[in-house]
């Protein structure tokens, strides 16, 4: 898409599904409900009205847009959605998870200065050097795990089938002195700076046969296939700036506080989209300079600097003191609406029997996100989070009112 993508909004089906069953709900909630919207028995759709686009939390996008629009200046701006946040630093590297390769190899094309070693050992071995056979001919070189803690490195010619170089102890990475790698991935190939490794999925450290590939990059550079990514590049540049230090500042929570043991984030909305040296920008990489090595901190550690495209006008609290709730001046509140089969609720929650009501709750004094979403059926009721809702809806956003039509 050519929008900016929101934060956080994937989950894995088997969630989903567990999520969007609902709570089976015995008489009247609880909780006050906020809408009631009868459904009449000629009803047909539900039409569901709403502003904004993405979760909520803390930075809108499109509001640091139009205020560097107005001459806000970007420090200004991350003030602004992040309030009792620091300023601080980070550099170093950080592990991404490389989703798009799904093979449990990691297969690239040769190029100068290639090299090959066991992950954590000191030789290394140059691929594109050499009197042998392999070093003279390879087009392509793979890592692939060979069990009982090993990898091997094999190579192939134009037209010819793969064949061993050598097996090393452990997991195995490419890299090429800084240079970018070309990746071969199941949806094509993708160039990528730093260090590509095969590595095992296993918490304990232990190689294994089963491994993902993991782009090990410098922080710098790995937001430079980042904040393209996540914000047109060719907005105003105080706003692209406010993107990159939000993505630096992400990063470098998510390394420090959400490591998943081989690797420190995604590279999708799980996280942040990453797309190595293709989604690079001039523009972006002016901001990544301009701001470079600058994150917002909290308690002397990274903030954890969510950001969507757009707030509907209305900051949603998180799980941070610095994730605040409250009207946002900046975000220019843009508006959509979508139309719901009423027998798309009848074959989600069939057990609800004919569906009587849709209740609403918003989170309070919340600018009118959602809560939950109650289904009142003749038979059963059923309540589901409002971004649930918005995910079994495809909704922009879970900051909507319904209506029967």
Excluded: C
């Excluded at 990514?229 to 230090?245: G, K, Y």
């Excluded at 990063?251 to 690797?263: I, L, M, Q, T, V």
């Amino acid at each position: 898409m050519s929008f900016p993508r929101s934060r956080r909004a994937a989950l894995t089906a088997a969630s989903a599904a567990l999520a969007l069953a609902g709570t089976l709900v015995a008489g009247t909630p609880a909780v006050a409900r906020d809408q009631v919207v009868p459904v009449p028995a000629g009803a047909t759709t539900i039409v569901v009205s709403g502003q904004g686009y993405g979760h909520g939390h803390g930075m809108s996008q499109y509001g640091a847009k139009a205020a560097a629009e107005r001459g806000v200046g970007y420090r200004q701006i991350l003030a602004h959605y992040y309030p009792g946040t620091r300023w601080g630093t980070a550099r170093g590297k950080i592990k991404v998870l490389i989703t798009a390769d799904t093979t449990s190899d990691v297969r690239v094309d040769t190029r100068s200065r290639l090299s090959v070693k066991a992950v954590g050992a000191r030789k290394s071995w140059r691929l594109d050097k050499g009197s042998d056979k392999a070093r003279r001919t390879a087009a392509q070189w793979r890592i692939k795990g060979a069990g009982s803690g090993r990898s091997t490195i094999a190579w192939k010619a134009k037209g010819k089938g793969w064949r061993t170089w050598r097996t090393v102890r452990g997991d195995a990475e490419f890299s090429a002195g800084g240079r970018a790698i070309t990746l071969h991935t199941s949806k094509g190939k993708v160039a990528y700076r730093g260090t590509l490794r095969s590595a095992s999925p296993a918490k304990s450290g232990k190689s294994s046969k089963n491994r993902d590939t993991v782009n090990i990059v410098g922080l710098e550079p790995y937001l430079r296939g980042v904040v393209a990514d996540e914000m047109p590049a060719l907005w105003h540049p105080n706003a692209v700036r406010t993107q990159a230090v939000a993505a630096r500042s992400y990063a470098a929570y998510e390394r420090h506080f959400d490591s998943h043991g081989y690797f420190d984030v995604y590279d999708t909305t799980s996280d942040q989209v990453y797309g190595g040296v293709p989604a690079e920008h001039p523009a972006a990489t002016r901001a990544i300079k301009a701001t470079a090595k600058k994150v917002l901190t909290h308690g002397g550690r990274p903030a954890f600097t969510q950001f969507s495209s757009s707030n509907g006008g209305w900051m949603l609290a998180g799980n941070a003191p610095y994730l605040v709730s409250g009207p946002d001046g900046y975000d220019p509140v843009s508006t959509w609406q979508v139309s719901i089969p009423l027998n798309r609720f009848a074959a989600r929650w069939p057990s609800a029997g004919a569906i009587q009501n849709l209740s609403v709750t918003t989170y309070p004094g919340a600018g009118g996100w959602v809560q939950t979403v109650t289904i009142d059926g003749a038979r059963n009721d059923y309540t589901i989070s409002g971004s649930d809702f918005r995910t079994w809806a495809g909704l922009r956003a879970a900051h909507f009112t319904l209506a029967a039509g």
